[in-house]
């Protein structure tokens, strides 16, 4: 699931699970303690130690990832249905990926959620990753920030990187677990020191507003500064609203603009629409409709709401 952070406009990946418009279904229950106590550990559903399996049965799920690899979904779909149907729990993560996603087959958050939770049953620890999304944004299965929590934290233990900047995700926001910014920046600090791309931009949101660390807005857009320098499209386009606002560094209308245009020609939507605004308004750069359409329906096509009803607004005109 994706999170947009402010004034950032960044989208992090919080649940593990793609957000989508379909109504969740209750086909799912929340896992018994007769089930957990089974596992070996309480509550520890992720992976202890690899769960055998048959020449036959990796075979089947090596022929799903090369397809899916390769872009075939239909292909990846069927080795994974194969996979699946022979209880190998990488295929049921897998194929509950395609369900809850909706490739190469209807969308179907239930049926996901109970693929899900058979690979997390074989202590799979991205299905548990996965699963405790679900619960967290109610994707499937009843809504329960508490089962979400000890999910991520039970996968987290196992080592999963991703479960612990979730895990972090819920100290920040109190979900399922007492609300605790100062350790929920301490492990986001961590990740970003090792080089995780999501885990730097919840760094730079925290010491902008000062959220569990001392506020620090130039050294957030210094840090912004070095992930746009290196090409990341969601930063330089931050980059691009901090000289709009003369957030951190002094505005520059002109640098601005030269910051949403580096973003919008790697197809980042929200520069694509920054980028057209400026055009249509002639800020930073010369008075442009027809690029501000352009622009606008570009970002409009790849599912901005307000751009589509800018491009209309300018097309009808």
Excluded at 96 to 114: H, I, L
Aim: aromatic share 12%; with cysteine; charged share 25%.
């Amino acid at each position: 699931m994706k999170r947009t952070l402010g004034f950032l406009g960044i989208a992090i990946l919080t649940a593990g699970c793609t957000t989508v418009s379909t109504e969740p279904t209750d086909s799912v229950n929340l896992p018994t303690e007769n089930l957990i106590a089974e596992l070996g550990v309480p509550g520890a559903w992720a992976r202890v130690t690899p769960i055998p399996e048959s020449d036959v049965t990796n075979q089947v799920l090596k022929k799903g990832l090369l397809a899916d690899k390769a872009g075939n979904r239909s292909a990846a779909l069927k080795w994974f249905q194969e996979a699946a149907d022979l209880k190998n729990a990488e295929g049921e993560y897998y194929l509950g990926t395609y369900y809850f996603n909706g490739y190469g087959v209807e969308q179907d958050y239930g049926q996901a959620v109970a693929l899900y939770q058979a690979s997390a049953e074989q202590r799979y620890v991205d299905a548990v990753r996965a699963l405790a999304g679900c619960y967290l944004r109610g994707k499937g299965v009843a809504e329960n920030d508490n089962w979400a929590f000890t999910l991520y934290k039970d996968a987290a233990d196992q080592g999963n990187w991703d479960a612990n900047i979730q895990m972090a995700d819920c100290y920040l926001n109190g979900w399922g677990t007492d609300k605790d910014e100062a350790l929920a920046f301490s492990i986001y600090q961590k990740y970003a020191e090792l080089g995780d791309h999501l885990a730097k931009y919840d760094v730079i949101k925290c010491m902008y507003d000062g959220t569990g660390t001392s506020m620090d807005i130039v050294g957030a857009v210094n840090m912004c500064q070095k992930m746009a320098d290196e090409g990341d499209a969601e930063a330089q386009n931050d980059m691009g609203n901090f000289y709009s606002g003369g957030n951190g560094v002094q505005k520059d209308l002109v640098e601005s603009v030269r910051w949403y245009q580096k973003a919008a020609d790697q197809g980042n939507s929200d520069a694509e629409s920054n980028l057209a605004y400026c055009y249509e308004n002639g800020t930073g750069i010369s008075v442009d409709r027809e690029k501000a359409k352009w622009w606008f329906k570009k970002a409009a096509d790849q599912g901005d709401a307000d751009a589509l009803k800018q491009w209309a607004s300018l097309e009808g005109n």
